[in-house]
Nanobody, 121 residues
């Protein structure tokens, strides 16, 4: 059974930082692109960031570029999201996702349960 387990969410003041982690288990993720989406209350889910298996290629949404950094540890099948200079509009449930890069054009194959990030102003 494939599992993506997120951790690291919580409450932080605006301007603060938080690091999310996602550990993958249940199958090999070699070659998969991993990353993050988020969904704020009353809004559609949106792409945040992704990283290729090799870690060489990264993708960011314009709303987080320059503030968030995605990284991975292939030995641990893990992906991380370092979030700096957080804003109230970053408040959302953050979901880890994984799948072949081709799947990211629509929706990645695998999803975590989500972790809440709340930024207070």
């Amino acid at each position: 059974q494939v599992q993506l387990v997120e951790s690291g969410g919580g409450l932080v003041q605006a301007g603060g930082s938080l690091t999310l982690s996602c550990a993958a288990a249940g199958r090999t993720f070699v070659g998969y692109t991993m990353g993050w989406f988020r969904q704020a209350p009353g809004k559609e889910r949106e792409f945040v960031a992704a990283i290729s298996w090799t870690g060489v290629v990264t993708y960011y949404s314009d709303s987080v570029k320059g503030r968030f950094t995605i990284s991975s540890d292939t030995a641990k099948n893990a992906v991380y999201l370092q979030m700096n200079t957080l804003k109230s509009e970053d408040t959302a449930v953050y979901y880890c996702a994984a799948g072949p890069v081709s799947s990211w054009a629509k929706t990645p194959n695998y999803w975590g349960q989500g972790t809440q990030v709340t930024v207070s102003s």
